[in-house]
């Protein structure tokens, strides 16, 4: 059940970006997503999101995001990084 929420999350603002028909796009965020659910993480990207949206709502700037965050398209999605780790060639490899 989180999983789907986490994945209707990206999706959604995948799709609000106009990046929901390229393939790069999806691609990654389909391996990202199978990562995250298969190492049991999905809860801990869904807790960051709520925190980074608490932050930004609370006008608490919460940084642009360190180490292996920056290279993740998920929370990129999320808006709890401020680095699009496609457009910037980051890799999703720490996980």
């Not at 994945?7 to 790069?24: F, M, Q, V």
């Not at 949206?53 to 180490?67: C, E, M, V």
Request: hydrophobic share 45%.
């Amino acid at each position: 059940m989180l999983d789907n929420l986490l994945r209707d999350k990206c999706y959604t603002r995948l799709k609000e970006l106009g990046l929901d028909s390229n393939p790069i796009y999806i691609e990654r965020l389909e391996t990202e997503l199978n990562v995250v659910s298969k190492l049991g993480f999905t809860n801990y990207f869904l807790v960051v999101e709520d925190v980074y949206s608490w932050a930004w709502k609370n006008n608490i700037l919460p940084g642009s995001g360190r180490g292996s965050a920056a290279g993740s398209l998920i929370l990129w999605l999320l808006d709890a990084t401020a680095l699009d780790p496609i457009k910037w060639d980051l890799p999703f490899s720490r996980f």
